[in-house]
């Protein structure tokens, strides 16, 4: 099991950037062993994909993201950042970390991200 806590959420206009941190706690295996991504819920919506980092590092976005989106991982830190920039109004939503390892997932509670003028 492990603990994910986002920050890094809040209000930006349009054209802004925002870094998220997801930060991993209280795990039983080392932080390096989980894939990671970032999600995100816009109101009325599914969560959807944004982007994964692998285990060693290997990087996929969806498509609309890429170029915009950078996701990154420090092992040493047990933390995940997702770096945003040109953000748009689409790109309202809670964003949320997950941690895979084997069959297991896990979910933070989510940080919420305002795109607006």
């Known amino acids: 099991q492990v603990q994910l806590v986002e920050s890094g959420g809040g209000l930006v206009q349009p054209g802004g950037s925002l870094r998220l941190s997801c930060a991993a706690s209280?795990?039983?295996?080392?932080?390096?062993?989980?894939?990671m991504g970032w999600y995100r819920q816009a109101p009325g919506k599914q969560r959807e994909l944004v982007a994964t980092?692998?285990?060693?590092?290997?990087?996929d976005y969806v498509e609309s993201m890429k170029g915009r989106f950078t996701i990154s991982r420090d092992n040493a830190r047990n933390t995940v950042f997702l770096q945003m920039n040109s953000l748009t109004v689409e790109d309202t939503a809670v964003y949320y970390c997950?941690?895979?390892?084997?069959?297991?997932?896990?979910w933070g509670q989510g940080t919420q991200v305002t795109v607006s003028s």
């Open positions: 209280r795990s039983s295996i080392s932080f390096s062993l989980y894939a």
């Open positions: 997950n941690a895979k390892f084997d069959v297991l997932q896990y």
């Open positions: 980092i692998t285990r060693t590092g290997s990087t």
